[in-house]
């Protein structure tokens, strides 16, 4: 009967293990960075439900990202993409936008500019509303699109189309 307790045991704590590491693994992948066709250019796009626990890992990951990043290899801009968030998805107005005046202080005295793009415009009203002070010094953008061409003429490049 011993035995079977201490194997149990060790099976609840190889178990509790096994999940530590899942969530670590759907954490690192719940926050995808793509680099951009612009160079020194990433573009993070922002999925699901934004509880403060998870704005906390998505702002957090894009700070050491952009840290190592700018550091290692010339990063410059941040593009934080809302697309994919409604109204439902957002938590609290005034956490989102604590949370989004962090990141851009943060990167911005890392040097590296914030681009903020896809709101909608319900959440666009609810950030509006939510008296928040940083919502008129935001660079934001109503596409992906939109911000790589602002960012291209920002830096005289453009595209050439191969015949």
């Known amino acids: 009967m011993e035995r079977e307790v201490d194997e149990l045991k060790q099976e609840i704590k190889e178990l509790k293990r096994q999940?530590?590491?899942y969530e670590e693994l759907?954490?690192?992948?719940?926050?995808?960075?793509?680099?951009s066709i612009i160079p020194e250019t990433i573009l993070v796009p922002v999925t699901g439900k934004l509880s403060p626990d998870r704005l906390e890992l998505i702002f957090t990951k894009i700070s050491e990202t952009a840290y190592r990043?700018?550091?290692?290899?010339?990063l410059n801009t941040v593009i934080i993409d809302f697309t994919a968030i409604s109204q439902k998805e957002l938590g609290e107005i005034d956490t989102l936008g604590m949370y989004i005046e962090?990141?851009?202080?943060?990167?911005?005295?890392?040097?590296?500019?914030?681009?903020?793009?896809?709101?909608?415009?319900?959440v666009t009203q609810d950030l509006i509303q939510s008296g928040l002070s940083i919502v008129d010094n935001l660079n934001t953008f109503l596409s992906f699109r939109a911000a790589l061409r602002h960012l291209m003429k920002k830096r005289g490049l453009t595209f050439e189309q191969i015949r």
Do not use: C, R, W
């Open 26 to 35: 759907i954490n690192e992948i719940s926050v995808p960075v793509i680099p």
């Open 102 to 122: 962090n990141v851009q202080k943060a990167l911005n005295l890392m040097g590296v500019d914030v681009l903020f793009v896809g709101f909608t415009p319900a």
């Open 69 to 74: 990043l700018s550091y290692n290899e010339g």
């Open 19 to 21: 999940i530590k590491e």
